[in-house]
């Protein structure tokens, strides 16, 4: 009878961890895409670029030539794909007192844990540094009151005057989110789509969003954000270090956005010189936003 070997060690073991691996990750609900829309990549990075519209058209009179207008590029937002990974080690000898299965198991699902957790980090912080840290194609910040036109002037996606959710502000952030206009300063139809909060604020979001009188007031008005139904929904999303932060996901094209250039892996193999089983888990993207009009946000008061 053929000896169990180091060779045979981590393919047996390979059936029970995987299937604790992969089912971990059905657990606990994804937070990250309900901020950002996913698509997939084969590059090791992706280049958007925008391109602006045309303007206004003039009154042509009799007999005049027509007015020819041109597009020209916008920015460019580039996301460059990083690799995640982790693993863990096994010992020979703890597969030969019989533990090894056990341990393995256990590391497993731990592995996935954190892979989710640094996914779901690594999205946030997106949001975390949206009104101080990491500029994008047109040399701002995420939030700003400076977005520049390819065609001049500039414009906004966060309030003239940072305040903390309530109802004027929620109402304030509908109305300029309602005043968006393409590069060339022409109207576009731009809705808001969910407001994404951290921890903290849930109860003030169900109170704003859901109450059929006005919160906050011994008036029987109407609870117009509700009525109206500006912002269909809430999510909350747990990585937000902000307590007061808040933002609104608009249904702008090219928005917000994730590539997932590799979805995470889990992977086994056996190392020769030391007898160890290896254990290892990665994953490859980036997280961004392209069109800023695709979310609004206030860092609170």
């Known amino acids: 009878m053929a000896a169990i070997t180091t060779g045979s060690f981590a393919k047996d073991l390979w059936p029970g961890v995987n299937a604790w691996y992969g089912l971990k990750y059905k657990e606990y609900p994804v937070e990250h895409l309900s901020v ?13 670029v925008g391109i602006s519209g045309f303007g206004l058209a003039p009154i042509k009179t ?36 019989g533990i090894a299965a056990t341990v393995a198991l256990r590391r497993a699902k731990a592995l996935a844990f954190s892979i989710r957790q640094t996914q779901e980090t690594v999205a946030a912080n997106i949001l975390n540094n949206a009104f101080d840290s990491g500029t994008y194609g047109d040399g701002t910040y995420l939030c700003a009151d400076d977005h520049p036109n390819q065609a001049g002037g500039t414009w906004a996606n966060e309030l003239s005057t940072s305040a903390d959710l309530n109802e004027a502000s929620i109402e304030q952030a509908c109305i300029d989110i309602a005043g968006f206009t393409n590069d060339r300063g022409l109207k576009i139809a731009v809705r808001p789509k969910r407001l994404i909060i951290p921890k903290e604020l849930e109860f003030d979001a169900v109170r704003y969003l859901k109450s059929i009188n006005r919160p906050d007031s011994a008036n029987n008005d109407i609870n117009a954000v509700r009525t109206m139904g500006v912002i269909p929904e809430y999510v909350v999303n747990h990585y937000l270090t902000d307590t007061d932060a808040w933002f609104i996901k608009t249904d702008c094209p090219d928005g917000m956005k994730y590539f997932e250039r590799r979805a995470a892996e889990f992977q086994i193999d056996n190392d020769f010189d030391t007898e160890n089983a290896k254990f290892k888990s990665t994953f490859r993207g980036s997280w961004g936003c392209t069109d800023k009009r695709g979310i609004f946000g206030s860092p609170g008061a």
């Open 36 to 48: 950002f829309d996913k698509e997939p990549s084969t590059r090791a990075f992706e280049e958007e």
């Open 62 to 97: 009799e007999g005049a030539s027509i007015r020819y207008d041109s597009a020209m590029q916008a920015f460019i937002d580039r996301y460059t794909h990083i690799t995640y990974g982790l693993g863990f080690i096994i010992t020979r000898e703890m597969n030969d007192d």
